[in-house]
């Protein structure tokens, strides 16, 4: 859309107020509900917003101890640049408008500290290599039928988790039947965004629930998750409920989001698959399969950020503990797909429910373009199952400061991603690590502790 069009699309839409959304480094939304006359005025730029917004952490610490050469030394001001080709109407409140942006300098220069932004670096590297990729997620949350007030009050405790049985299980309509009212106002508010979706079920957790966000370009679907995420959020507020993405509420199952990605030409041809090749698998996707594996360890950081997502890494409870790979290996970090060209595809089982997706798919890809780059060996498959694997298999990072290390020793993720960036995120994780240990949460706890629920539960 035209800037010069926006004024006939409010006026169409019923449109005078918008909500801009940009994402921070931790996951959070953030933005300012703006007049439309504002909004337009604004336009390119975009509005002013206080340099900390993306410098603090998920409990709103500023980031003092480390710096950026684009931050702001004083906390002044950065910008919000809004993404009007995102815009649309809210469909529940009439007047209301939503626009995705992206954090700028003040200057307007892209700001590497950006999520969105650093995604839409990695496309351009993808593209410059002459491919383009589809990607899709599976969010899993819990769903309890009680408020967000009334939880913190009973300090997490015995929450009412959403479904007809207090047994794990999985699929089980009977749960879903209970969950059904709240993911109906869910899809139809989904669906007035304009948001895709294929399908939700009853997951393995009591109360817990997976929802598909239909496949697309990597910006657009990172875009539906935090829109998907928000949208969540508010109907369980509107319903008197409450929802969370936090990795492991529990010491049963925890919570991941899976991201699915394959490649195609720029002219939309997929490459991953042929037919002459054993398992279908192109030479192409050996070599990107390759740079996956190679910087598995690496990326474990960005896909599980948070103190309390390492809790969901143990042997046989779905999350993968090995750099391992294989055909419709679940057991496995990467599953494999290759049924036909169009659906041949790499799932990557590790990422957390509490992840940045912007930062999820720019590491994929930043890993995949090494794996090209280098023309890396592809390991062996692991055919059998990968839980347990002492000895052949190289072991995950489960520790929030393992994978620091991981990260910061990685041959090819800083070189794509930034060495800046890539330190100023290890950086954040360490300030993580240091909150935990310094505000309450208890070390030696096997259990969820009250400062992961005060940190995690309603905010990521």
Partial sequence: MAIEDLPDWFDRHHVDIIRTHATTLDGPGVGKYIHRSKFYGSLPAGHAIADTAIAIDIAGSPHLSHWHDQRVENFGDILV????????????????????????????????????????????????????????????????????EDIKRKQYQQLRAVGASEKPNMYLLKNAYHAAPFMTEVIKRLEWKGIGWEAWNDEAGVGQIELNINAGDPLTVCDNVVRTKQVLYEVALDMDMAVTFMAAPSSLFGSGMHAHHSLTTIEGTPVFYDSDKPDNRSDL?????????????????????????????????????????????????????????????????????????????????????????????????????????????????TTITTAI?????????????????TQYWANTRRAEWLAFHTEGGDPESKNVT???????????
Avoid at 344 to 351: A, L, M, Q, S
């Fill in 405 to 421: 290390e991981a990260l910061e020793n990685n041959q090819h993720l800083p070189a794509y991603l930034g060495e800046d960036f």
């Fill in 81 to 148: 640049k809004p993404d009007i080709d995102t815009l649309i109407s809210d469909g529940t409140n009439p007047a209301l408008g939503h626009c995705i942006a992206d954090f700028t300098t003040a200057t307007g220069e892209e700001l590497r500290l950006c999520p969105r932004t650093q995604l839409k670096r990695m496309i351009r590297l993808l593209s410059a290599r002459g491919y383009c990729m589809k990607a899709a997620f599976e969010l899993e949350f819990y769903l309890f039928d009680e408020s967000f």
């Fill in 285 to 397: 996707m050996n070599r990107w399969l390759a740079g996956q594996v190679a910087n598995l360890s690496g990326s474990v950081s960005f896909l599980s950020p948070t103190m309390n997502a390492y809790r969901r890494f143990r042997d046989y409870t779905a999350v993968p503990m090995t750099a391992t790979w294989s055909m419709d290996n679940r057991s496995t970090a990467l599953r494999l797909i290759s049924s036909s060209k169009s659906a041949t595809r790499i799932e990557n089982r590790i990422g957390a429910a509490d992840l940045n997706p912007y930062l999820a798919l720019a590491t994929t890809i930043a890993a995949g373009i090494a794996g090209l780059d280098n023309d890396l060996a592809l390991p062996d498959e692991t055919k059998k199952l990968a839980w347990g694997n002492a000895v052949t298999s190289e072991k995950l990072p």
């Fill in 450 to 460: 009250e400062w992961e629920y005060e940190r995690y539960f309603r905010l990521v």
